[in-house]
Nanobody, 116 residues
Framework: QVQVVESGGGLAQSGDSLRLSCVASGRASGDYAMGWFRQAPGKEREAIAGISWTGGFTWYSDSVKGRFTISRDSAKNTVHLQMNSLKPDDTAVYYC?????????WGQGTQVTVSS
């Protein structure tokens, strides 16, 4: 069984930065492709960033490109999402997802609230 746990959410003001972290455990270190998603109230969950298991490939949605950076520490199977220049539109529950062998494992989510 794979467990995914996010941390680092909280309250921020417009223009601030926050850093989210996600740890995947239960299988060999470094095997997972990881991604960050978010879901705002009344909206569908959207993918915002992803990183390959080697860390050599990253992807960002247009909504966060240039402001958010995904990185990973494969030795600890930890993924980070550095969020800069936060906007009120970034307010959402942020979820981490680990992908392995065609299976997906979700964390419980962490709330990020950005005030203007």
């Amino acid at each position: 069984q794979v467990q995914v746990v996010e941390s680092g959410g909280g309250l921020a003001q417009s223009g601030d930065s926050l850093r989210l972290s996600c740890v995947a455990s239960g299988r060999a270190s470094g095997d997972y492709a990881m991604g960050w998603f978010r879901q705002a109230p009344g909206k569908e969950r959207e993918a915002i960033a992803g990183i390959s298991w080697t860390g050599g490939f990253t992807w960002y949605s247009d909504s966060v490109k240039g402001r958010f950076t995904i990185s990973r520490d494969s030795a600890k199977n930890t993924v980070h999402l550095q969020m800069n220049s936060l906007k009120p539109d970034d307010t959402a529950v942020y979820y981490c997802r680990a992908a392995l062998d065609g299976n997906y494992y979700w964390g419980q989510g962490t709330q990020v609230t950005v005030s203007s």
